[in-house]
């Protein structure tokens, strides 16, 4: 039997200041509405509480990070580098200068040989040659239909010979199988040839495009300078494209992959990494309130959390202070002086690094994205002041963070290594001494000093010097007997040779340490072996070889780990763009030097092949190709220049059918101009297997002309 239940007024506590001994009754339904009031400020409460957790995460991390850096003198390394190549003394070094007086000179030596590295390295790696390639794979994978075509083309031969009347054996039928693969083999092999060629096309526009030669360009000043420079990327960003559409523009937002150089300056790393694998990453960048706007409703950013901090920053600018050196680094960059609301940027910490499950769940991750809540994801945060307004599982295969660090110098076992300024640190300190020697002692040696017996002086003489002034003195039997002078003069000894011999000497130790010597630099001014023009080649040949490890740290750490991080994205998001089977390849310095040997080989390779011999084993498509490659190394446009083999073959065409009319023909190209064409049955043998080949690998794609038998 149901009861009815009815509303029974309940009771709720009054506020202390409603009276005393008093209960406030009400209905249940604003019980109810009282309930969800402090069910909501709860639910908030610990929203709240969630975020401060993983905003404490990461917000620890930083800390450690910074107090590492610091505490390693790092930070201070990196001033002191930035100080050295403007030519900058410190500040305490500058304050014993100026109480002991003189010269202020700075002997930027460092900044030479910095500037000189950057030069060198650019001409390996930003040349009109790209530092890298694509290659096909070395043994391609021929499509398994083609040994189905080749098996029913074979049987089709053999029943028309053997309808023909002709005996057909099995040595003949093995034979044509094995000439028939071979001829895949070379048509799959330039297929993945062209294909690559293709590949290593598009990643270039895909390259040029995000700005990575722009950022690779401010990453080679960074090398020789700090104790390690940075490359980031590729990291996506939506950017609005205008289209025009029926003469009127339109615009669309798409997103687009970017590289960029990070300052040394704005990179952290947890203490104790020795590789990229190991490390968490916290990079110090600035947005825009348009660039927050522009992301809210994005996947993987809390719009909440973002109109939270577009509130706070109209009040305060949210600048936060980051590091003990912001203040002489902003100096030393010419930028702002610590004028915290002077520009409309926010500070912002982008984490990259390991979280649990649990902090991803309860930030507001689906159960989908974290399956285990015990797991630990690799993630992309950023955190502005108390707010962390994105969180992103880092989608890389190889759950590698996407900075890319090297050194000048490298130091096993270390992120960190040797810019210029520490290992030219002694010479520098030398030079600036010598040089301020130098001035100093020019100075006061550049003229006379004069001493004056100021009580024999007449009243009213002044010390000024002109040319024909007559000094007024007062006459002292006692200057007589002694022999003193009342105006005496005397010149300072000159040692400007010895202090630039000592300077000369000094700057020449940096060329050996530095491994930049001055002659590659531009000065041809060295004696010994360079005084030749083949002797300064070898000498620079030799110091290229110790750039080598320069480079090949490059290479290694840098262009290698990028183009393969984008190679694997685009397999991810667009596996139809490519094979799978590429091969990419990086380029150093030792290919810089082949280069230019491979060059003057190959002008010599035409020059020995232009005879009717060797073009006709060559054939117009073989010195087709040696043109191609020797117009693409003198930056010719080798397309416009020399024709495609289809282009070749269409004029050998149209040149056989000019014969057959008999009218005649340009002689060919490398040959006597008075010699004709051989005809077909006097070519030489090279030129007739090709042909045959050829003949194999048209039957093999079913087209018509192909000869039966092996």
Not at 59 to 65: I, S, T
Not at 120 to 149: H, M, N
Request: proline share 6%; glycine share 6%; aromatic share 6%.
């Amino acid at each position: 039997m149901a009861t009815l239940q009815t509303s029974t007024p309940q009771a709720i506590p009054v506020r202390p200041d409603a009276g005393r001994g008093m209960l406030r009754v009400v209905s249940s339904t604003q019980l109810q509405n009282q309930e969800s009031v402090e069910a909501d400020t709860l639910r908030q409460q610990q929203e709240e509480a969630v975020e401060d957790q993983l905003a404490s995460h990461i917000r620890a991390r930083m800390v450690d990070m910074r107090n590492f850096r610091n505490a390693e003198g790092i930070s201070e390394r990196l001033l002191n580098a930035l100080r050295t190549y403007k030519g900058m003394y410190d500040a305490g070094k500058l304050n014993e200068i100026k109480q002991f007086g003189g010269s202020e000179v700075f002997a930027r030596v460092t900044p030479t040989k910095c500037r000189a590295a950057t030069a060198l390295l650019r001409d390996v790696y930003l040349s009109q040659e790209r530092p890298w390639d694509v290659e096909p794979t070395p043994v391609p994978v021929t499509p398994a239909s083609i040994e189905t075509d080749i098996q029913q083309l074979v049987n089709v031969e053999v029943n028309t010979l053997m309808q023909l009347g002709q005996q057909v054996d099995q040595q003949m039928v093995a034979d044509r199988i094995a000439g028939l693969r071979k001829a895949a083999e070379r048509a799959a092999k330039k297929v993945a040839h062209d294909e690559a060629e293709k590949a290593g096309d598009q990643l270039n526009d895909i390259l040029v495009e995000g700005n990575f030669y722009q950022a690779f360009a401010e990453f080679l000043i960074d090398l020789p300078i700090f104790p390690f420079a940075v490359m980031k990327g590729p990291e996506v960003r939506r950017i609005t494209q205008t289209k025009w559409v029926e003469k009127k523009p339109t615009q669309q937002s798409i997103p687009k992959m970017f590289w960029k150089r990070v300052s040394p300056f704005d990179l952290y790393w947890s203490p104790g990494a020795a590789t990229i694998e190991q490390a968490e990453f916290i990079e110090r960048i600035k947005v825009t309130r348009k660039e927050l706007r522009s992301v809210k409703g994005l996947p993987g950013y809390n719009s909440e959390a973002i109109d939270a901090v577009l509130k706070m920053a109209m009040v305060d600018g949210l600048h936060e202070w980051w590091d003990t050196i912001d203040t002489a680094r902003a100096e030393l960059e010419d930028r702002e002086r610590w004028a915290r609301t002077a520009t409309s940027l926010i500070d912002t910490a982008e984490y990259t690094g390991w979280v649990s499950g649990e902090l991803l769940s309860q930030w507001g991750m689906s159960d989908d994205k974290v399956p285990d809540k015990t797991e630990e994801y690799f993630v992309t945060a950023w955190l502005i002041d108390r707010y962390v307004i994105k969180v992103q599982i880092n989608p890389a295969t190889n759950q590698r963070a996407p900075y890319y660090i090297t050194a000048f110098e490298q130091i096993p076992g270390a992120l960190i290594g040797y810019g210029l300024p520490d290992l030219l640190e002694d010479v520098q300190t030398i030079c600036n001494a010598a040089a301020r020697s130098l001035v100093n002692n020019a100075g006061i040696a550049s003229g006379p000093q004069v001493i004056i017996n100021d009580a024999v002086l007449q009243p009213g003489e002044t010390d000024d010097l002109y040319p024909w002034k007559r000094w007024h003195v007062n006459y002292d039997p006692a200057l007589v007997t002694s022999g003193t002078k009342p105006i005496e003069f005397f010149q300072p000894e000159m040692n400007v040779v010895e202090l630039m011999g000592i300077y000369t000497s000094w700057s020449s130790m940096g060329d050996e340490i530095s491994a930049i010597p001055k002659y590659m630099t531009g000065d041809q001014k060295v004696g010994g072996a360079g005084r030749t023009a083949s002797g300064l080649a070898m000498l620079m040949g030799n110091a290229s070889k110790t750039l080598q490890n320069i480079a090949a740290s490059i290479d290694r750490d840098v262009i290698d780990p990028i183009l393969h991080q984008l190679y694997d994205m685009i397999m991810l998001t667009n596996p139809n763009m490519f094979r799978g089977d590429e091969l990419i390849v990086v380029k150093g310095v030792g290919h810089a030097v082949k280069r230019e040997q491979d060059r003057m080989r190959q002008l010599e390779f035409l020059q020995l092949t232009a005879n009717p011999i060797d073009m006709a084993i060559l054939g117009p498509e073989g010195r087709a190709n040696v043109l191609r490659s020797v117009a693409q190394n003198l930056g010719l446009e080798h397309e416009r220049t020399v024709p495609d083999d289809e282009q070749i073959q269409l004029n050998m065409q149209q040149q056989a059918a000019a014969q057959a009319q008999g009218v005649p023909t340009a002689p060919v190209q490398g040959g006597d101009p008075s010699q004709t064409p051989a005809p077909e049955d006097e070519r030489a043998p090279p030129e007739e297997a090709r042909r045959e080949i050829e003949a194999d690998f048209t039957g093999v794609t079913g087209r018509p002309g192909m000869r039966a038998g092996g």
